[in-house]
């Protein structure tokens, strides 16, 4: 890039592939440059769902400080039919062709601009596209045998961006599951599950087994946290919960009870403790943990992640 490319904040680079929407070959360039017309529109494109033109000043855009230069804009074509407050905004390329090597040279806005056309600003470009001096050197290869060739391609820039906010919250309402577990001594399922509850944006339920699970079988109460259709989540989507789970003394205030943090998943749904308390002492009735045949746990969840999407 040569340095007044970089104070004009334009970005020249060459490409082997041709642009995407148009080519324009001029043939007897020098009689074109002679006849002393301004500006040479082409014919009509469409690209990015409207219709265009390519704007040429064979002998530069005096206006815009394009003397000496070859001046080249897009310019957009049939707005007749669009609302009166109508906007388009698009990135574009514009190109020439090095005959020699094959290559396109491509010419853009370094920073990648998007440009706004409108009722007032119909056409973007640049004034400054190439020096007449390069242009005519044929070692650069545009201009061969009095012919050139230049391009252009348009994307379309919808605003149909969706975003998300992803927020951590701090003791969210309604944070406590409790799960009251009557006739606990009858009870003879493999594990048992509350009701579920929303907290934050999710939904949580506890599940407890009362003769353990696995390998704490027979010997300790397992209790856990399960994130209810996180298989329903986005892939790679994932909710933070920091939680206590708890089997309430009810003598006393002495709970047995655990912190958990967690990133739960669809392959990670829920999390817990296996060995929460060992039977015997979950069954010593001096210790408060089972009365009159009741059992109480809890999860208490102190903060939780949330996720709002807009669009």
Known sequence: MDGNSKKLGIRRTTRDFPPA????????????????????????????????RLSLYPNGDNKS??????????????????PHTWEVNVSFRLFMLDQIRGKYLTI????????????????????????LESFNDTSNGYLIGDCCIFGAE????????????????KEPEDNTITFKMDNFS?????YYESSVHTIGDSKWKLTVYPKGNVK????????????????????????????KLRVRNQINDNHMEFTVERWFSATSVNWGYPQFIA?????DASKGYVVY??????????????VKRFS
Not at 216 to 243: D, H, M, N, Q, W
């Open 293 to 306: 045949d009741s059992l109480i746990v809890e999860a208490e969840i102190a903060l939780v992640s949330k």
């Open 279 to 283: 039977l015997k002492l979950l069954h």
């Open 186 to 190: 009858k009870l003879d399922k493999k």
């Open 65 to 82: 400080n394009g003397s000496g230069f070859i001046s080249l804009y897009l310019v957009i074509d049939h707005t007749e039919n669009l």
């Open 108 to 131: 853009e806005d370094a920073d990648g601009a998007v440009k706004r056309f409108h009722w007032l600003k119909t056409e973007w470009g640049f004034a400054q596209l190439i020096s």
């Open 216 to 243: 704490f079988k027979g010997k300790a109460l397992s209790v856990f946290l399960e994130l209810v259709e996180a298989e329903k989540l986005p892939p790679k989507r994932k909710v933070y919960a920091e939680y």
């Open 21 to 52: 929407h148009y080519l324009f070959k001029v043939e007897s360039f020098s009689l074109l440059a002679k006849t002393g017309v301004d500006k040479y529109e082409s014919d009509v494109f469409e690209a990015a769902g409207h219709k265009w």
């Open 154 to 169: 348009v994307f379309l820039m919808e605003r149909n961006c969706k975003w998300e906010c992803l927020s951590i919250i």
